[in-house]
């Protein structure tokens, strides 16, 4: 059998391994902490500082590292820039993510230390941003959505690299909270919506069989949106401080061009089309997707509520780490849990392990996310009757994380097991696997290369992708008229029996 262990796995388990120790794990004991003591709500910690930086870089940064390591070459039909630089990106950022929560955690007196993590953590940003840059400039086409990719690699670099001033100002005793807020609001907005919702714009029409954003509409939010968090960035250059009107001003812009894209990407609508028989692994990953951009609009409603209603609330910034769960979680893993589920299968050339455990993830996932986020309102409202339930979200949010977590681990370290039997029928139709196809015809290959579909000149890629989709789905991912395709992929068929008949006689 064939080796398909992918090299961006390592970035998948390193993730994986942060958020169920420093991530998902510490959050869940601190919140239950926090609670117990009657301490919750009050100024942020030293710990729940840890707990962000785990998750914001070692859970998401490293798994988006590793999915962009895995699918942009394959919507680019080319192959990744550099295997050197992929690696070396790997093993700088996570060291410098290690190296960092140690250094937090144990307070180590040796200042050096407190440069050193940010600089990797730098370096790693930037060979991954110049790695994937030169990737998509090296596709054969330009898309819209390319600029939302390449703009969150900007704000990952820029991050990345005023980590190291952080990491002064904290050596100084001049990090104050403000700072930290306007900090981990950028890298959200910046680098992880950009980056999300770029690869939204190219997946969500093939994954759920929706209707595609308009690409005009889609580019008016892009620049109204990143300028929106250039201006809340210069606020870092003041310590995070700027006058309360400005500050709320520049914190409701990004919400207003977030909003406008949630409409425009037509991701609640009715599917142009099901998807149910079109692609041969199963489509429990769908119910994520939706549910993320529902969190999102949660998210953004909180959010907006406590920077032009904070005064109603008793405890404004309750609310605020409400909307910011909603986004972080909700929405950001959320859609991790949806991509993972559907693209390692896909790339490992294997069904997902247990579609039912995903289904259940899902399930777990929202009904913390539910708790979480409805108890911390109630508390923002100075009413501490659900408190017990917010220290209970976090445990069964964990849970959630580590459903996916062996679930994803079990789907990439299992056995192959999408060898099933090739049924021996003569016409290929719009529910033919691709791979089937192409195993009993090999001659068709050439028909498929005619139509578009590049990435099948890539053995992977027919080991792999091919497996996982019909003729139809493939067709509709191409945007190739489908009843074209049967007609020249069966006369090739029909050709070359012909041929083998005339041979017997």
């Not at 490293?62 to 070459?73: C, H, N, S, T």
């Not at 307070?107 to 993590?117: E, H, K, S």
């Amino acid at each position: 059998m064939v080796s398909n262990r992918l090299p961006e796995e390592k970035f998948i388990y390193a993730a994986l391994a942060i958020t169920l120790t420093a991530g998902s794990t510490l959050g869940a004991w601190f919140l239950a902490n926090a609670v117990a003591k009657g301490i919750y709500g009050q100024a942020m910690g030293r710990v729940i500082h840890i707990h962000a930086h785990a998750q914001l870089f070692g859970w998401v940064t490293l798994f988006i590292m590793g999915m962009a390591y895995v699918i942009l070459p394959r919507f680019k039909a080319t192959p990744i820039y550099s295997r050197r630089l992929e690696n070396a990106s790997f093993w700088l950022m996570f060291t410098g993510i290690i190296l960092w929560i140690v250094v937090q955690t144990f307070q180590i007196g040796l200042w050096p230390l407190f440069y050193a993590a940010p600089i990797l953590e730098t370096m790693g940003a930037g060979a991954f941003a110049y790695n994937i840059i030169r990737t998509l400039n090296t596709g054969r086409q330009k898309d819209f959505w390319d600029k939302w990719i390449k703009t969150g690699l900007f704000w990952l670099s820029g991050l990345s690299a005023f980590g190291i001033v952080m990491s002064w100002l904290s050596v100084n005793g001049q990090l104050n909270d403000e700072l930290l807020h306007t900090y981990y609001l950028l890298f959200i907005y910046g680098f992880i919506l950009n980056f999300i919702l770029g690869v939204g714009l190219r997946t969500l029409p093939a994954f759920l069989g929706s209707k595609a954003a308009r690409p005009k509409v889609v580019n008016i939010i892009f620049w109204f949106y990143n300028l929106a968090l250039l201006g809340l960035a210069a606020t870092l250059a003041t310590g995070g401080e700027a006058p309360e009107s400005i500050m709320k001003l520049l914190e409701l812009l990004p919400l207003i061009a977030l909003s406008a894209f949630i409409i425009t990407s037509n991701v609640w609508r009715r599917p142009e089309t099901s998807l149910a028989e079109e692609f041969a692994l199963d489509t429990s990953y769908m119910s994520y997707l939706p549910t993320a951009y529902f969190w999102l609009a949660v998210g953004i409603i909180l959010s907006g509520s406590e920077i032009i209603f904070g005064q109603i609330f008793s405890n404004p910034e309750i609310i605020e780490g409400a909307a910011t769960h909603a986004i972080t979680i909700g929405f950001i893993s959320m859609m991790i849990f949806g991509y993972a589920t559907k693209a390692v299968p896909i790339f490992k050339g294997r069904r997902l392990y247990s579609p039912g455990l995903n289904n259940l993830t899902f399930f777990i996932l929202n009904l913390g996310l539910l708790l979480r986020v409805v108890s911390q309102v109630i508390f923002g409202f100075g009413i501490k009757l659900l408190l017990p339930t917010l220290s209970v979200s976090g445990l069964i949010e964990l849970g959630a994380f580590a459903l996916f977590a062996y679930n994803i681990a079990r789907t990439t370290l299992g056995a192959d097991n999408t060898e099933d039997e090739i049924e021996d029928f003569a016409a290929v139709s719009g529910h033919s696997i691709v791979a089937d196809v192409l195993e009993r015809r090999p001659e068709t290959l050439e028909v498929f290369l005619k139509f578009g579909f590049t990435p099948l000149t890539n053995p992977v890629s027919r080991r792999t992708i091919a497996k996982t989709i019909t003729v139809g789905g493939a067709a509709r991912m191409r945007n190739v008229d489908l009843g074209e395709l049967l007609k020249s992929l069966n006369a090739c068929q029909n050709h070359q029996g012909a041929e083998k008949e005339v041979e017997q006689k």
